[in-house]
């Protein structure tokens, strides 16, 4: 298996030896930054060009296909076109909150997109409580998304946050629970452990077989809330409110909030293929030699953006199939269904645990 | 260095946005005129602020949710040390969750969890 501290603790030496120990660390840092921009941005681009393919694929039409080969082309132009158009500010708003609300929201994106583990030893940010620091920094969008409404001083932003709002912390009681009911099988929090336990024992959606599979589907339930997508996007219904909560913003200040939406997908689906579906550790049969061999020879990053993939294709086949919900739909949705199964799912994984049923 | 790192990655992310709103500054026109600094609400001219008093049932998921948010964050630690804790750990759990649901069910009964 590709361990990624094999390159990274040669060049630490490397670094080390040339600038000494604290110069080396402050140019790791600066390395890192630019590494997570860089994903982050490809990874934006990979997202909006996908959805709008597939968005396309559902409604029977062919969607971006004018600039470059198959459009692909389209979403760099998208970005030149939102660099240089004005942004415009408005007399009435709040400046100051008006201002910071997309690095609010753009800094809780990126952190959380730190925490994803792309392979063996290339993870930036692993703490031991990495699920709970993960679900403390994700929730800080939803205060950018409020200041953002808020501070606009127009009505259809107040709505759109207010919505997002409710939602947004409803839905991730749900997300909480699911992830409590996971760290029961793995026993700790750190995502680098909980995917070095999948490669030695197994994916936790077959280790949990039964428990597992459901917390599996409410996750990608309320993911899709937590993103504002999908049945659940509510927020930013244009035909009632317009944008929601980032009508006022135009140009660059509009493409925050598109960045970080897509790059919200992106971190869903991939602490959902963490905690679920193995992260970077290959599929293996127990008992197929020959088969396991291969699969451990494709490394670890590849399986993780795969299994990532993955599941962004099921959000987004369930993003277009379903008619947007009623916020009083999407409340009793949460409230009333499924905070109730995943509490008992917690009791029953629990239970689970405790008398040995896991494989 | 996992705090070193996370500080990184702040930086990274405020940085990113201050650099990228620079840069659009630079790059984008600007022009001005009387009308296009007004709130769009779709041609129609606005009346009033929209910083008024709001709808109240936003509220109160909001004081839900703090009620079951707090209950995930004790449940965190015992969740790490399940294994090793047994029997009389499961049970207190289950008597706290207990106590949760009986919460859950009083505000149902109470008709909080409606949308009027």
Redesign the interface.
Known sequence: MFDFSDVTTPLHAFLSRLLGESLA?VTE?VL??VA??SI?AVFAMIMIYAERKVCAAFQCRIGPDRVGKWGWLQVISDVLK???????????TDRFLHRIA??LV??????TF?CLPWNKGAQ????NVG??FFLAVGSVGVVGILLAG?S???????IGA?RS??QI??Y??SI??VM?TM??LT???SFSEICQQQADLGWNIFRGHIIALPAFIIYLIAGNAECNRGPFDLPESESEL?AGYH??YS???F??YYLAEYLNIVVCAGIAATIFLGGWAPFVVPGLDGFNEVMSMIPGFVWFVGKTFFVIGLLLWQRWTFPRLR??QI??LE??YL??IS?TL??GM??L??FGLTF | MNFTLFVTALLTGLGFVGLVTVLAKLLAPRSFNAQKEDPFECGIPTRGRSWMQFRVGYYLFAILFLMFDVETMFLFPWAVVMNSMGTAALLSVVFFLFILVLGLAYAWKKGALEWQ
């Open positions: 660390v840092c890192v930054a997570l921009i982050y939102m660099m240089t158009k004005e942004v415009i500010n408005l007399r009435q997309p690095f753009v800094t809780a994106s990126m952190t730190a930036i940010i692993d703490f699920v709970f808020w606009s001083n127009n009505k259809y932003s107040l207010m709002g409710a912390i409803s991730e009681l909480g629970m409590l760290i029961c026993g700790t929090m317009t009508t006022e140009g660059m200040d493409g925050y916020i009083d409340l009793t409230w009333k905070i109730p509490m917690l009791i629990a239970l645990v405790s």
